[in-house]
């Protein structure tokens, strides 16, 4: 499946993360989901702390942004593309869900 410049399949993340590319992960999801389960290495960012927390997110390099099946994620791309011209973000096309599913079947699914 092809990814669109503003996805990536989880297939391919995990291609990318195997090959040690040098990728941020940030996951929008709520501490409670993120206390759960989450991709080793991400950096825990809920969609409503984004705004002030923006900084955080690296401006250079890319950047996976990543929540539960990929609606937070996705508004969470739109502000960074649209409000703050981040043009290096792309969203986990499915979330963690997707993740699960088809890269890592012993990841916790809810």
Do not use: K
């Not at 989880?10 to 090959?19: G, K, T, V, Y």
């Not at 960012?45 to 955080?56: H, V, W």
């Not at 539960?68 to 096309?93: D, E, F, K, P």
Request: aromatic share 6%; net charge negative; proline share 7%.
């Amino acid at each position: 499946m092809q990814n669109s410049p503003l996805e990536i399949s989880p297939e391919d993340l995990h291609r990318r993360l195997q090959a040690g590319d040098d990728i941020q992960l940030i996951d929008v999801r709520e501490e409670m989901e993120f206390e759960y389960c989450h991709l080793p290495g991400s950096l825990l960012l809920p969609l409503d702390e984004l705004p002030r927390r923006a900084a955080e997110i690296r401006t250079e390099g890319p950047v996976v942004v990543i929540c539960h099946q990929g609606v937070r994620s996705a508004h969470a791309l739109g502000y960074l593309r649209q409000r703050l011209g981040r043009t290096n973000v792309i969203n986990l096309r499915g979330g963690v869900d997707a993740w699960a599913l088809r890269v890592d079947p012993a990841f916790p699914t809810y």
